[in-house]
């Protein structure tokens, strides 16, 4: 369960975030759509603490953040319950693949290194690389390094995976080969947020579908209901403009 409380951000004069609320079940699969500036972004990575909130609450599972008085323990702490997957990859470049997945379980959380390298190896062979495990990054093309960078997320066990557009830098061949790891792993019953592009895999995939325009929830519900029956004029006009054939029931 993750419960976000009353956070806000603001960059300079600049409010991102206002007063947002989102409650996720446990193995639920949350998709957050909105135009460019919306806040997604922003409102993902408060989740881990990547962006500070300047008020509210994060709470996944049993662990409460007041975000006010935060401290690094704390910090620590909803990290461990956490792991995202960005646009960019952020793999080391000077690691392999089976390097990169190992790194956080030696560091983090400290596991034996032949065990690190057997369950390593076991998540890279889960999203369709088990024959590039001593491949470097520049020998992978992006959506070989997205699962890369999905696999490194699985490692740590994390009660929720964000993935930050995790399709939006890849060559549209490779969209699809990320898209059903996304899924498969769905289908686990994995707790996700994910901030996409992608209508059909958010019409797949998602239990609830949120939008969000201007730093707000406009609206929220399940696929049907946002991509069939949008209450909102704002989803509509979104809507019409990334799927033009979208027909309403009102």
Known sequence: MIELSHISKSFGRQEVLRDISLSVKTGEVVVILGPSGSGKTTLLRCVNYLEKPFGGTIAVGDF?????????????????????????????????????????????????????????????????????????????????????????????????????????????????????????????????IVVTHEMGFARDVANRVVFMDGGVIVEEGTPDDVFQRPREERTRQFLRRITPQANWVI
């Open 64 to 192: 409460r953040l007041d975000c006010s008085q935060a401290k690094r323990g704390d910090i620590l702490k909803l990290r461990r319950k956490t792991a995202m997957v960005f646009q960019q990859y952020n793999l080391f470049r000077h690691k392999t693949a089976l390097e990169n997945v190992m790194e956080a379980l030696l560091v983090v959380k400290r596991m034996p290194a032949a065990e690190a390298r057997a369950r390593s190896a076991a998540l890279l062979d889960k999203v369709g690389l088990g024959d590039k495990l001593n491949e470097y990054p520049s020998r992978l093309s992006g959506g070989q390094q997205q699962r890369v960078g999905i696999a490194r997320a699985l490692a740590l066990e994390p009660e929720v995976i964000l993935f930050d557009e995790p399709t939006s830098a890849l060559d549209p061949e490779r969209v699809g080969e990320v898209l059903e790891v996304i899924r498969d792993i769905a289908r686990e019953g994995i707790t996700m």
